[in-house]
């Protein structure tokens, strides 16, 4: 830590920083639904039972994850092997996991299989358990998956003598989901699907972290506060720690132990994740320039700024500049729906609003062009989805408005043989829990129509299964785990 950084934590009563842009296993939150899928995942790999799958977006923590995985096995008799390179691929690949054993590497594969048995075995004898685990699996090739699948053979006649985890992003599902690896995919026996935070976890997630830095109730969230955090962040704990870090700045800067909705919105667009959101409503960010500019000096001034050593408020005060002009963004006047259809979305930054000023449709989703559609979201519903390359959100009066690139379309979904995009389909309705991993065979069934059904009861409104353009939508888009958690607070209040 350096000295200006140990400055500002200190004039904080804070011990260590408690949002640190590495993951941190030692301090490790659980919600309810993660403390079950941990246990499991713990008990899948001493039990020997083979391959546990982790997947997640980026930022959901499946480093930390991994990393208090292995911290708690290690004093289970665990040895592991942990590999981080998976560009490395086939024969490469064992070649890195021998060596993460200890175990000289030949670059023959077949001597490289026959000396992990043996290795195996004699671990066996000795009692302790061997697991291997594949960060980034997602980049694996198929030939790769393949060397995977063999590692699983080596057996004994009542356990498996290697355990795996393979743990990756989203596209690791759909990779997973071809039908030229579905023997290894049948041989998976848990799925841990990390999930953005729910607000209410937010903020437990933020008191946890303060206090495990040694200030447990000296620095508050505000109640606006919290709500813009878990808006602009999405509930990901990398973008909650990237955002609340320069808050901690503020504080001292603005001689305060309450993170206020102000300072969340100016180290929000300092990190630059409003960006996209504050584009698309062409919202002005002058109100917000004391505060932006009070981190700025707080982060070139760090320790001076100590709280211990502070001078009286009133001579303290900061004299701004006059904020530079804010730029006028053209009018686009071509017509609106042929400006979208050959422009494209270039992440938020297409000002929706303006292009399809006078064209909004009231009904059905309205295709703009081949890969693009319009259309407005329930309003229950718009809080839980958040803007990304493939989709643009932007507000008119109370109503909420998606233009959407999607990745899953309904077209030839239904037809007769498998279907890659179905496969995709039935991995991210296995990822909630709807579906059964070992079922994804790219065909549009009974089950598969029954677990979409599920999720339009949960999301919208009961449809008899049907993959209409909405309902992928939310598929593809939609929290669900943070509108679950909002109902059953409903319900309960």
């Known amino acids: 830590m350096s000295e200006s950084a140990a400055g500002h934590l200190a004039a904080l009563g804070l011990q260590r920083n408690p949002f640190p842009p590495t993951p941190d296993a030692q301090s490790y939150f659980y919600t309810s639904k993660l403390e079950r899928e941990f246990s499991e995942a713990l008990h ?13 977006e980026v930022g959901l923590g499946k480093s930390t994850f991994v990393r208090h995985m292995l ?50 075995l004699q671990q066996r004898r000795d009692g302790l358990t061997c697991l291997v685990v594949i960060d980034d699996a997602q ?3 198929l030939e790769s998956l393949e060397l995977v699948r063999l590692l699983t053979n080596l057996e004994t006649g009542q356990e498996k003598l290697l355990q795996i985890v393979l743990a990756g992003q989203p596209e690791l599902l759909a990779l997973l989901a071809k039908a030229e690896i579905r023997q290894l995919t049948s041989r998976i026996v848990a799925h841990v699907s990390l999930q953005s935070l729910s607000k209410a976890d937010l903020l437990r997630y933020f008191e946890f972290r303060i206090s495990q830095a040694g200030a447990a109730g000296r620095l508050r969230l505000s109640g606006r506060a919290l709500t813009h955090l878990h808006q602009i962040s999405g509930g990901n704990p990398r973008r909650v720690h990237l955002i609340l870090d320069r808050c901690l700045y503020g504080l001292v800067a603005l001689r305060t132990n309450e993170i206020s909705h102000l300072l969340v919105k100016t180290a929000a667009a300092e990190v630059d994740f409003n960006r996209c959101r504050t584009e698309a409503s062409g919202r002005r960010w002058w109100p917000y320039a004391l505060a932006a500019a009070s981190l700025m000096l707080s982060g070139i001034l760090g320790v001076s700024f100590a709280m211990q050593t502070a001078p009286k408020q009133e001579e303290s005060r900061v004299t701004l500049a006059a904020p530079p002009p804010v730029p006028v963004t053209p009018v686009i006047q071509t017509d609106p729906v042929k400006h979208v ?14 292009a399809l000023n006078g064209s909004l449709p009231t009904g059905s989703p309205l295709r703009i062009s081949s890969e693009i559609k319009v259309f407005r979201l329930p309003d229950e519903l718009s809080r839980f989805v958040q803007a990304d390359e493939r989709a643009c959100l932007y507000h008119e009066g109370a109503s909420v408005w998606v233009a959407w690139h999607p990745t899953l379309s309904s077209a030839g979904m239904t037809t007769r043989g498998p279907n890659k995009v179905v496969q995709v389909m039935q991995m991210r309705l296995a990822a909630l829990g709807l579906f059964d991993v070992s079922d994804a065979d790219g065909w549009f069934g009974p089950k598969t129509r029954g ?19 909405l309902t992928l939508f939310l598929l593809e888009k939609m929290n669900v785990n943070d509108l679950n958690a909002e109902r059953a607070g409903d319900s309960r209040g």
Do not use: M, W
């Open 71 to 120: 911290d708690t096995l290690t004093e289970k008799n665990v040895v592991y092997a942990l590999v981080l390179n998976t560009f490395l691929q086939g024969a490469a690949l064992l070649q890195e996991i021998n060596r993460d054993f200890g175990i000289e590497a030949t670059g023959d594969l077949s001597d490289d299989l026959a000396q992990l048995n043996e290795f195996l």
């Open 451 to 469: 677990a979409l059904a599920r999720f339009q009861t949960q999301t919208t409104y009961g449809k008899d299964g049907e993959p209409d353009d």
């Open 139 to 141: 980049n694996l090739t």
């Open 341 to 354: 259809a050959e422009t494209g979305l270039s992440g938020c930054a297409l000002r929706i609003e303006e």
């Open 44 to 56: 899948c790999v001493l039990a020997h039972k083979g391959i546990v799958l982790l997947a997640g």
